[in-house]
């Protein structure tokens, strides 16, 4: 018997405030994002007032994410 399963990638399910802080700081400062990580990090840390390191990191993830898809 031949099993024909798939295995299904699915992207990252990230909080709906996670997605409204990012694309909020990407249209209020759009020339200051990249395409990089490590920059869009250290970007995150000195305009915003996150106090948790994971937080931080999960609005710059998801700028960079966002920068790196073409918009419609």
Not at 3 to 30: D, F, H, Q, W
Not at 45 to 66: H, L, P, Q
Request: with cysteine; proline share 4%; net charge positive.
């Amino acid at each position: 018997m031949v099993s024909t399963c798939r295995k299904i990638i699915m992207g990252n399910i990230r909080p709906t405030y996670i997605k409204r802080v990012a694309v909020e700081l990407v249209n209020r400062y759009p020339t200051l994002f990249s395409e990089d990580y490590e920059h869009n990090k250290q970007i995150v840390g000195k305009i915003t007032d996150v106090k948790s390191v994971m937080m931080r990191n999960k609005i710059a993830g998801y700028v960079t994410t966002f920068r790196k898809h073409p918009r419609i």
